[in-house]
């Protein structure tokens, strides 16, 4: 007889009030196959709710009190502003309400009332100007969770996921943060989630070179040689499937065509590029390397599109089914 997997508890929050993230959120929560997946929590408030409903055209079915089959209302309002967000444009208030929600969302998920967490795109500038000391939401999660490990943004498109030795960063930072120990934690932790949130048995990762036509030789640069493939005999010395460096123009070329399960990226941009013209209304950003699986759509805010029911769902409904895949294999632990 089949066990079925365990029904996952995930952390919902809307991201920022001045985005599409309202709206992605009440068509989500439209779908009857999202409420049968999962009991969902909404860490929002009455108010953000209803711009939820205007943004969409739709309503969202949500309930103050446990009811099997709708999303329960963890009720923030008490830390919104007394004046509306404005909308389309980084503010203060709305980073400083998306931080807000989140750490209610990162508390439960430290009392383990929460298998993952899903959040609506957030808006860098507005996180900052909110007081975000940390470079992006990922570091500060690392903050706020007290992990001291390895972590990195995964991006996942059907088929394919990446990570990265560095994220944002500058680029002019980059050449010190490629070191061995970094490429090597970076392949660990991508074919740790290949095994357990893609269930690939023997994971195949592809590593990146980081100079063009992967240093010549040394001829544009050694990281190459004395870094990366270092780094690549060390993960293979542990039984893990990496080969490379391979240039990072013609790398992505095998993986479209199913030489690799993941590549393993040396910089922001190397995998994103690449990653969003091979599917960008799919792409899913994962938090890699926290006790918890958080998910949100590999799009930002578009604010251009606030407002006029454009926005597509793809992102968001994939980074839902991996949030609610992730969080039943911990829910299952």
């Known amino acids: ?33 999202t409420t049968a997946a999962a009991d969902l929590l909404l860490i929002s408030d009455p108010a953000e709710l209803t711009l939820a409903e205007a943004d969409s055209g739709l309503t969202v079915d949500y309930t103050t009190t446990p ?15 007394a004046e509306p967000f404005e909308r389309r444009r980084a503010t203060e208030a709305g980073g400083r309400w998306a931080m807000d929600n989140l750490r209610v969302a990162l508390d439960l998920a430290a009392k383990g009332e929460v298998d993952a967490i899903l959040f609506a795109p957030l808006n860098k500038s507005s996180l900052h100007l909110a007081g975000l000391a940390e470079s992006d939401e990922l570091r500060w999660f690392e903050v706020v969770l007290g992990v001291e490990g390895f972590t990195s943004e995964l991006n996942v498109l059907p088929g394919l996921w990446t990570s990265r030795v560095t994220s944002h960063i500058s680029i002019a930072e980059v050449d010190a943060g ?17 095994r ?5 048995a023997a994971p195949r990762i592809g590593v990146c070179a980081l100079n063009p036509h992967a240093g010549e030789s040394g001829r544009f640069g050694r ?29 992505f070329l095998r993986a479209r065509a199913g ?16 990653m969003k013209l091979m599917g960008f209304d799919g792409g899913v950003t994962i938090a890699g390397g926290l ?21 597509t769902m793809g992102s968001m409904n994939n980074a839902f089914r991996l949030a609610t895949r992730l969080g039943a294999a911990a829910a299952g632990r």
Not at 223 to 251: C, K, M, N, Q, W
């Open 291 to 311: 006790p918890i699986p958080i998910c949100t759509p590999a799009h930002g805010t578009a604010f251009d599109l606030v407002g006029r029911r454009a926005a």
């Open 223 to 251: 990281h190459e040689i004395d870094i990366i493939a270092p780094a690549v005999e060390d993960l293979r010395a542990e039984g893990i499937d990496a080969t490379g460096p391979f240039p990072s123009d013609t790398i």
């Open 196 to 200: 357990g949130g893609a269930g690939i």
């Open 67 to 81: 009811t099997e089959g709708r999303p329960l209302l963890v009720d923030n309002g008490a830390r919104r502003p």
């Open 1 to 33: 007889m089949t066990t079925a997997p365990p029904r996952p508890r995930v952390a919902i929050t809307l991201g920022d009030p001045a985005g599409i993230g309202p709206e992605l959120v009440a068509r989500l929560l439209a779908d009857p196959e």
């Open 259 to 274: 030489d690799f399960d993941g590549v393993l990226t040396m910089y922001h941009d190397q995998g994103q590029i690449a």
């Open 178 to 194: 490629i070191t061995r120990e970094r490429v090597a934690a970076a392949g660990r932790l991508l074919d740790g989630v290949l």
